[in-house]
């Protein structure tokens, strides 16, 4: 595979740039538990932004969740 991205044509005037997989941000999954319903996780994200000034939590979402009792 990485020949053909050695020998990749492009077009006149085409920027494409080669990186490492480095280049790519990483995602880890964590397991929190909130109370409440689904619309309540979505605030304690933000509430979370706003309160841990540091942590960049924007790119945070919920996507999954389960209701115990």
């Known amino acids: 595979m990485a020949d053909s991205v050695s020998t990749l044509l492009t077009?006149?005037?085409s920027r494409f740039k080669i990186v490492g997989?480095?280049?790519f941000p990483t995602y880890k999954r964590v397991l929190p538990w909130?109370?409440?319903t689904a619309e309540d996780a979505e605030r304690y994200l933000l509430q979370?932004?706003?309160l841990k000034q540091g942590l960049?939590?924007?790119e945070?979402?919920?996507?999954e969740r389960r209701e115990e009792s």
Do not use: K, M
Request: avoid cysteine; aromatic fraction near 16%.
């Open 34 to 36: 909130f109370p409440g």
């Open 48 to 50: 979370l932004h706003r």
């Open 21 to 23: 997989l480095d280049a």
């Open 60 to 63: 945070w979402r919920v996507y």
């Open 56 to 58: 960049d939590n924007r």
């Open 11 to 13: 077009g006149e005037g």
